[in-house]
């Protein structure tokens, strides 16, 4: 017989195994013997007569009987389910509290494993701060009576053991993406002396050093002139690219020969050979972020290869940069490849590991993962400051005042840039939508939008079209045969602006920036109409790009013109320690389209040794392609600053150490 309660069904014969259950089976099977012993004792006394034998009071009390016999067994039934109940209910509680005991115990399993963790990252962070203290006695022992370590700054000297201890942790690579005008080259100089310090007793020589920078720079000597002041131990020897090839050849060689040291640009050495056989000890990369190219989707550029074949057997590079990446994460990889090609072998898989697709004010959009790239990738091999942590003669509240000025086109140049926006648009809805458009077909037709919207004078090239056939005319050796339009609307509302802040600021120089020549050249025939002096410095003019900056620091020249494009390594602030001239204003006609380009314009004038506070003017047209460039600057700008200002690119606890030892 099985009493059935709900989904439990004991079976009298069946042993459990459970205290809990035995107790009910036993119940169970003592109900069962009792009711089995009232129906035999039944079947029994009624066996011995038929009913119809029976006399009525025995058939009463034959009733009777059976009705206690009945009673007495639902009574018993009621006590089993009653019993059945309370001990289900004490095997809940029992299982709840079992539940409760194994939660707990888990509590305190993951308690104790996240203070184990804990202690353990305690533990390693201490030995890291011990071998960075140990790191830093090293540092200061080597300079303590160096001119230059005097003159650095606490940040300075912190980022020079940062480097100097990722170098002895095993490190061959260290980026230092401190934003401009924070010395950075001054850093790496006073890196540079300790690292032969250690180098030379190491291998009982100097080291061989490369520093390779942009043509610009290394035609200005700023970086030669840098060098005698900072680490006169070093002596870097110039050799441009421009030089005859032989010569340059014989030159390294040379170098190869009696361990020098020798500063050139970037394409000097993909095209010698002799540079390349050089065994170099230090390689120190300026303006590095000229070799993101080595994460072109259609492939690393020659420059790139270049860098990154003399780099592989180096022992410690230096890469300096304001703007490391600015469009996409693999521009780092670029950089980090050339530190370690093991760890980080491609850059598709650096874009997989470091990215992915999150909704961004209603769109997906492919999103840097800002902690992994810190805590896989740069912790330890890269610094980054801003300006603002530093203060650095700066302005005590804002590092800079940025005007943002909204002009009104000037009807001609209004009605001129409509007409050309709606061509676009036009241009725009006769495109196959089956094909995709390229990015140099639409900035083309953008180029024109944005060159209308600074200065309506352009030269239009169109192909001749023979009027019969309707096909391009060619001439006799197959080239196209090209017409020139010229649309010449002499309008332009940020020009003017420009010549009434010019006016305005007095006798103050001032700066200005333009991604096109021909603005330029306007302000610049304004300027001399008014006999104020004005130079222009763009491609044409490069060679003179030394003479131009010097001549702008000793207060010979008050307007200079410089096309965004050359807006890197020129020294134009105010600095009276240094020179009598210099300016405290900056002017942008328009911007580029990533606000890393636009930096390295401000930062020629808003840079380490700036006397006074800048004053950035950003002339903008309403109802142009200037809002659509901010759109632009801003998603860039939100895609990078994660990465960038992270904490964990800028020094520990162990800052309070060095504050001891300075």
């Keep these: 017989m099985t009493i059935s309660f709900g989904n439990f069904e004991p079976k009298p014969d069946e042993p459990s195994g459970d ?6 089976n036993d119940i169970i099977n003592e109900q069962m013997g009792m009711k089995d012993a009232v129906d035999s004792i039944g079947h029994n006394w009624t066996a011995e007569k038929t009913i119809a034998e029976m006399t009525l009071p025995e058939i009463e009390d034959s009733l009777t009987y059976v009705n206690y016999e009945l009673a007495s067994e639902e009574d018993t039934y009621a006590q089993v389910v009653e019993e059945m109940r309370i001990l289900r209910d004490k095997l809940r509680m029992l299982d709840e509290t079992r539940s409760s005991v194994l939660s707990d115990i888990n509590r305190n399993k993951d308690t104790k494993l996240a203070l184990a963790r804990r202690k353990e990252e305690m533990l390693r962070d201490a030995l890291k701060n011990q071998a960075i203290n140990e790191t830093a006695d090293k540092v200061f022992k080597i300079m303590e009576n160096n001119p230059s370590w005097a003159k650095a700054h606490q940040y300075q000297k912190e980022d020079v053991v940062q480097t100097i201890h990722a170098y002895l942790s095993g490190f061959n690579g260290f980026l230092n993406a401190n934003d401009m005008g924070l010395g950075k080259t001054k850093e790496t100089f006073d890196t540079l002396t300790v ?8 291998y009982d020589r100097k080291p061989r050093i490369l520093w390779l920078t942009k043509t610009s720079i290394l035609k200005t000597g700023g970086t030669i002139r840098e060098g005698k002041m900072w680490a006169p131990g070093i002596q870097l020897i110039p050799v441009e690219g421009s030089m005859n090839k032989a010569q340059r050849e014989a030159f390294f060689e040379m170098i190869d020969e009696f361990g020098m040291s020798c500063i050139t640009n970037y394409e000097t050495v993909r095209t010698t050979e002799a540079l390349q056989d050089v065994d170099w000890d230090f390689v120190v990369m300026d303006e590095v972020h000229k070799l993101k190219g080595g994460a072109n989707v259609s492939g690393p550029t020659a420059v790139w290869k270049s860098v990154f074949d003399i780099t592989r057997n180096v022992k410690m590079q230096i890469l300096m940069s304001g703007t490391p990446m600015v ?17 980080f072998p491609s850059a598709r898989q650096f874009e997989n590991a470091f990215t992915s697709m999150m909704s961004v004010a209603g769109e997906f959009q492919l999103v840097v993962d800002a902690d992994k790239l810190l805590n896989n990738a740069l912790v330890g091999r890269m610094c980054k400051r801003r300006k603002d942590e530093v203060g650095l003669q700066m302005p005590p509240v804002t590092p800079y005042e940025q005007r943002e000025v909204l002009l009104e086109m000037l009807p001609a140049q209004a009605a001129v840039y409509e007409q050309m926006r709606d061509q676009f648009f036009v241009w725009l809805a006769d495109q196959d939508q089956e094909k995709i458009f390229t990015a140099s077909a639409i900035i083309a037709q953008l180029i024109r939008l944005r060159q209308l919207n600074v200065w309506p004078v352009i030269d239009f090239k169109k192909s001749v079209v023979d009027p019969f056939t309707g096909m391009p005319v060619t001439t006799d050796d197959g080239k196209l045969l090209v017409q020139i339009d010229r649309l010449d609307v002499r309008e332009s509302s940020k020009i003017d602006e420009a010549m009434d802040t010019i006016e305005a600021i007095g006798d103050e120089p001032i700066v200005i920036f333009c991604s096109f020549n021909e603005p330029m050249r306007e302000i610049q025939r304004r ?3 008014q006999n104020i002096t004005c130079e222009l410095l763009i491609g044409e003019n490069s060679a003179n790009l030394a003479n131009l900056e010097v001549g702008f620091q000793q207060g010979k020249i008050r307007v200079l013109c410089i096309n965004s494009a050359m807006g890197e390594g020129l020294n134009l602030q105010k600095n009276p320690s240094q020179w009598t001239g210099g300016a405290s204003y900056v002017g942008f006609l328009d911007l580029w389209y990533n606000s890393g380009r636009n930096d390295q314009c401000t930062d020629r004038v808003f840079r380490q040794g700036a006397s006074e506070p800048v004053t950035v003017y950003h002339w903008k047209n309403m109802n142009s392609v ?10 860039k700008d939100n895609q990078i600053k994660g990465v960038m200002e992270d904490q964990k690119l800028r020094p520990g606890d162990w800052a309070e150490y060095l504050k001891k030892l300075i």
Excluded: G
């Design 195 to 202: 690292l032969s310090a250690l180098f030379e007793a190491e």
């Design 327 to 343: 469009n996409r994460v693999t521009e780092m990889w670029a950089y980090l490849h050339i530190f370690d090609p093991e760890r």
């Design 626 to 635: 200037d809002q659509w460039l901010d759109e632009i600057i801003k998603k």
């Design 527 to 529: 300027c001399l109409e």
């Design 19 to 24: 205290a809990e259950i035995d107790a009910i």
